[in-house]
């Protein structure tokens, strides 16, 4: 599927968030309905994005990148969306990140040239795609990671009768105790170094990576030393691949990647100390979208860290919106609404109540509140969300209520199709997923 694909992607009422009654019609020609969220023309739960908010946020990581002299490839299982791909490609990315082969598949498909798979490359399926697309597609330049000889003996021996032509590119991954993949100590990541180096030129080692994102205390200052100590020991691992000549010709390639210490991952990979050129990159995925309670306390402590960054002018904001209508009131302080699991992100905070609307003939921005104090939901099933309310909480049945969510990975993989909005709620166009 290609670009125009999508846009030739048919839409009517059995997609998620389209109106029950509409009959076919391609997703490009969304903008045409001219349908307004705040007018009840498309059917709640809805997920949706805010363009102003969108290009306020990559104008935003365009001067934090242009500042910080580091390059992003931004990790697409955040969107899987390859109309957002295209819009971060235009803002600048280096590359597109991924974390499995079905999107690197995806990025490949909709054109993306350069893909760092932040993962192991394991398995014949795996092993055997990308290999094959490497010999059929020169300029494919795909990178992933290894963290054990054991792996990097199964890659060059798929490599050696695969005879892609090119060197498979590795980055050295280092981890931490109790944390994912990665090797644990100076000397597990120089042993599989050395075995990447000795299955030359099957496999070339580009760089050393890792993830800082899983750190996370009720301390903000101790988790920015622990980042810190974690940067310290990619650099250590780097500096002793420089210093026995393992890394292969380029540029050594710096790479951490969440979404929450990337000024961290910049200010101290900057003065790795290494004699040759290295590319420093950072990997955020949840920039673009930012969120109303993970990411967003994440900024702030950002903030607070490097202060200078408010010369890039007005900071990320969220873009992303679900919106419900309440459909129950049954007990004083209690609301029920049209929102559940399958609509909204919750394995990292429940959803929060942002502002609230009473629809009805004429009704517009003008007229959306803030949802005030004490409104706090207090769970999710499939498809009910129970929000706890103040006794004289104005709600009634029938409100539309917006949700900002927390962690937008796992809102964005529960709609197939998400309508872009202006500032006065108007769809402009629409995205679609993979996942």
């Given at each position: 599927m290609?670009?125009p694909?999508?846009?030739a992607f048919?839409l009517?009422?059995?997609?998620?968030?389209i109106?029950?009654?509409?009959?076919?019609?391609?997703?490009?020609a969304?903008?045409?309905?001219?349908?307004?969220?705040?007018?009840?023309?498309?059917?709640?739960?809805?997920?949706?994005?805010?363009?102003?908010?969108?290009?306020?946020?990559?104008?935003w990581?365009?001067?934090?990148?242009?500042?910080?002299?580091?390059?992003?490839?931004?990790?697409?299982?955040?969107?899987?969306?390859?109309?957002?791909?295209?819009?971060?490609?235009?803002?600048?990315?280096w590359?597109?990140?991924?974390?499995t082969?079905?999107?690197?598949?995806?990025?490949?498909?909709?054109g993306?040239?350069?893909?760092?798979?932040?993962?192991?490359?394991?398995?014949?399926?795996?092993?055997?795609?990308?290999?094959?697309?490497?010999?059929?597609?020169?300029?494919?330049?795909?990178?992933?990671?290894?963290d054990?000889?054991a792996?990097?003996?199964?890659?060059?021996?798929?490599?050696r009768?695969?005879?892609?032509?090119?060197?498979?590119?590795l980055?050295?991954?280092?981890?931490?105790?109790?944390?994912?993949?990665?090797?644990?100590?100076?000397?597990?990541?120089?042993a599989?170094?050395?075995?990447?180096?000795?299955a030359?030129?099957?496999?070339?080692?580009?760089?050393?990576?890792g993830?800082?994102g899983?750190?996370?205390?009720?301390?903000?200052?101790?988790?920015?030393?622990?980042?810190?100590?974690?940067?310290?020991?990619?650099i250590?691992?780097?500096?002793?691949?420089?210093?026995?000549?393992?890394?292969?010709?380029?540029?050594?390639?710096l790479?951490?990647?969440g979404?929450?210490?990337?000024?961290?991952?910049?200010?101290?990979?900057?003065?790795a100390?290494?004699?040759?050129?290295?590319?420093?990159?950072?990997?955020?995925g949840?920039?673009l979208t930012?969120?109303?309670?993970?990411?967003?306390?994440?900024?702030?402590?950002?903030?607070?860290r490097a202060p200078?960054?408010?010369?890039?002018?007005?900071?990320?904001?969220?873009?992303?919106?679900?919106?419900?209508?309440?459909?129950?009131?049954p007990?004083?302080?209690?609301?029920?609404?049209?929102?559940?699991?399958?609509?909204?992100?919750?394995?990292?905070?429940?959803?929060?109540?942002?502002?609230?609307?009473?629809?009805?003939?004429?009704?517009?921005?003008c007229?959306?509140?803030?949802i005030?104090p004490?409104?706090?939901?207090?769970?999710?099933?499939?498809?009910h969300?129970?929000?706890?309310?103040?006794?004289?909480?104005?709600l009634?049945?029938?409100?539309?209520v917006?949700?900002?969510?927390?962690?937008p990975?796992t809102?964005?993989?529960?709609?197939?199709?998400?309508p872009?909005?202006?500032?006065?709620?108007?769809?402009?166009?629409?995205?679609?997923?993979f996942?």
């Amino acid at each position: 599927m290609s670009m125009p694909e999508i846009e030739a992607f048919e839409l009517d009422g059995r997609v998620k968030g389209i109106p029950s009654g509409a009959t076919g019609f391609p997703l490009g020609a969304i903008g045409k309905k001219k349908w307004n969220v705040l007018r009840e023309d498309l059917p709640l739960p809805l997920a949706l994005l805010r363009r102003s908010a969108l290009q306020q946020n990559a104008r935003w990581m365009r001067g934090f990148l242009e500042r910080s002299g580091a390059v992003i490839a931004p990790h697409g299982k955040t969107t899987m969306s390859p109309q957002l791909f295209r819009q971060q490609l235009a803002d600048g990315a280096w590359a597109m990140t991924v974390a499995t082969v079905q999107q690197l598949r995806v990025c490949r498909d909709f054109g993306v040239r350069r893909v760092v798979l932040a993962n192991q490359l394991v398995g014949r399926q795996a092993i055997g795609y990308v290999l094959e697309a490497l010999k059929q597609d020169p300029a494919f330049d795909f990178y992933c990671l290894v963290d054990s000889t054991a792996n990097v003996e199964r890659l060059a021996a798929a490599a050696r009768e695969a005879q892609p032509g090119r060197p498979l590119q590795l980055l050295l991954e280092g981890g931490m105790a109790g944390g994912r993949t990665g090797c644990r100590d100076l000397a597990a990541a120089l042993a599989v170094a050395r075995a990447v180096k000795a299955a030359g030129p099957a496999l070339a080692l580009r760089g050393v990576e890792g993830f800082e994102g899983l750190i996370h205390s009720d301390s903000p200052a101790e988790d920015a030393r622990a980042v810190a100590r974690f940067l310290d020991f990619l650099i250590e691992i780097a500096v002793a691949c420089e210093r026995d000549r393992l890394f292969a010709d380029g540029p050594i390639i710096l790479s951490a990647g969440g979404s929450a210490f990337y000024d961290l991952v910049v200010d101290r990979f900057r003065g790795a100390g290494l004699a040759r050129d290295f590319l420093l990159v950072t990997r955020s995925g949840c920039y673009l979208t930012h969120d109303s309670r993970m990411y967003r306390e994440a900024y702030a402590q950002l903030r607070e860290r490097a202060p200078e960054l408010e010369a890039l002018g007005p900071g990320l904001v969220p873009a992303f919106e679900v919106w419900a209508y309440v459909q129950s009131r049954p007990e004083p302080l209690k609301a029920i609404l049209t929102m559940g699991k399958r609509d909204v992100s919750y394995d990292a905070g429940l959803p929060v109540p942002l502002k609230w609307l009473r629809p009805g003939p004429g009704a517009g921005v003008c007229d959306i509140r803030e949802i005030g104090p004490g409104h706090v939901v207090t769970g999710l099933n499939d498809q009910h969300c129970h929000m706890t309310v103040p006794e004289a909480s104005p709600l009634a049945v029938g409100d539309m209520v917006a949700f900002g969510v927390s962690h937008p990975c796992t809102t964005f993989d529960k709609w197939q199709v998400i309508p872009v909005v202006d500032d006065d709620y108007t769809v402009v166009e629409a995205v679609k997923t993979f996942f």
